[in-house]
Structures are given as structure tokens and as C-alpha cells.
């Protein structure tokens, strides 16, 4: 049981390039959020879904979209990357809203 | 605006003794509050939840408890041990779907 899988795990962008991130769970959660953790901000919620097909904006939504068009995935997607996006980014997914699974994070600097 | 506060500072124990940390919200009605624990260069794993209506939640050498009138849980961790030693992070649902952590509180357990 893989749980939580995020790619990449680490990865440089250049200011305004685009990128996506995927995040995949095996344990059929309808919840799935991302968030990024900067030091001394702590964990920030930027996008969630509650279930296939839909998608909400977290407290941090700006320069950044997202999909869920399968269950088990949920995509982060950086359209123009910018220098304050520099970030630790991670994915989690819920059953029921009461308890979180994270994925090991992924490492984004923009240069 | 909405604010998480835990421990400010690091904290440090001797090995065997009790770890007390703070969680305190503003401007939330949460139905319940969540404690993980994150390692570093790991993303946060789940502890405990305990509910609004609950006052104390015990597992194994962790303890809960929750004062929804001071807007506050504590956190403690019985007979430290060196292992202990990681950020941990409080959570709260609000709103229905999205929680909100805290910024964390680093605890070292000194052998």
C-alpha cells in the first residue's frame, strides 16, 4: 500500500516557467488537498477537492490551479512559476475529513 | 483574522520527563483539533484528533485535552525519549473540509 505518492520530489524552475505536480493515493479518500510549507508560515492551504470532478480554493490560491479528473489523482499546476512559489509543496488526502495522510513533499525552487 | 498559535520558541526536556505543548486559536469554532507530527524532511504524520465535545484524549504516552472556552489544547508526551524529538503541529477543521495548521513547535528530547 503506497498511500500518499507525490512527483516530483525535487525540481528547479526558471521565473515563469510552467510545471505540474502530481499527487496519487491508493486508498480511494474522496478528500485530497495541497498545501505548501514555508519556514516560519507553517502549512498553507492552497487548493482542495472533495471529491472527483470538483475542486475549492484554499487560503493561499493565487498562481496556481488544479484538476481532480480521476479519483485517485490530484494535480498541482504552476502556470507561470514566480521566486515567492519557492516552497516545499505536499499532498494529502482524507476519507472522512478528520484525519489527513501527507505524501513526502515535493522540493520547487524558482530561480 | 483567523490565527493558530503554538510555542513560540523550541523546546527542550530531559529524557523521561513530560512535554507540554500549546495550541491556541483565534476567531474558529472547530468541531475538533488534530496533533501530527512531522520530521524533518517527511511530511506530517497523524497522532490524535479530539472533538469539541471531548475533554481529554489519551493514547499510549500521549495525552490531549481540549478547552473550547479558553480556545486551547494541549499537547503532552509522558516519559520523553530521545525518539520524541521532532515539529509537531496542531490542526483545526473549519468551515467544513479545510483545516489549518498551526506553525509548529520543535521539541528535543535531550538523552
Known amino acids: 500500500n503506497a498511500g500518499v505518492t507525490q512527483t516530483p520530489k525535487f525540481r528547479v524552475l526558471k521565473t515563469g516557467q510552467s510545471m505540474t505536480l502530481l499527487c496519487a493515493q491508493d486508498?480511494?479518500?474522496?478528500?485530497m488537498y495541497w498545501y505548501r510549507q514555508d519556514p516560519g508560515m507553517g502549512l498553507r492551504l492552497i487548493h482542495y477537492s472533495v471529491g472527483e470532478g470538483t475542486t475549492a480554493k484554499g487560503e493561499v490560491p493565487d498562481g496556481y490551479n488544479v484538476s481532480r479528473l480521476k479519483k485517485q489523482n490530484f494535480l498541482l499546476g504552476l502556470e507561470s512559476a514566480a521566486p515567492s512559489q519557492t516552497s516545499v509543496y505536499f499532498c494529502?488526502?482524507?476519507?472522512?475529513?478528520?484525519?489527513?495522510?501527507f505524501g513526502s513533499g515535493t522540493q520547487l525552487s524558482v530561480l | 483574522s483567523q490565527k493558530i498559535e503554538q510555542n513560540s520558541e523550541a523546546l527542550n526536556i530531559q529524557e523521561g520527563k513530560t512535554a507540554t505543548l500549546t495550541c491556541n486559536y483565534t476567531?474558529?469554532?472547530?468541531?475538533?483539533l488534530q496533533w501530527y507530527r512531522q520530521d524533518p524532511g517527511r511530511g506530517p504524520v497523524f497522532l490524535l484528533l479530539?472533538?469539541?465535545?471531548?475533554k481529554e484524549k489519551r493514547k499510549e504516552r500521549l495525552k490531549v485535552t481540549f478547552d473550547t472556552t479558553l480556545k486551547q489544547s494541549l499537547f503532552h508526551i509522558t516519559a520523553s525519549q530521545p525518539a520524541d524529538s521532532a515539529t509537531y503541529l496542531c490542526a483545526l477543521e473549519d468551515t467544513g473540509n479545510q483545516f489549518y495548521f498551526g506553525t509548529g513547535t520543535s521539541l528535543t528530547v535531550i538523552p
Open positions: 494529502a488526502s482524507s476519507p472522512a475529513v478528520e484525519k489527513l495522510f
Open positions: 476567531n474558529y469554532s472547530p468541531a475538533y
Open positions: 479530539i472533538r469539541e465535545n471531548e
Open positions: 486508498m480511494n479518500h474522496e478528500y
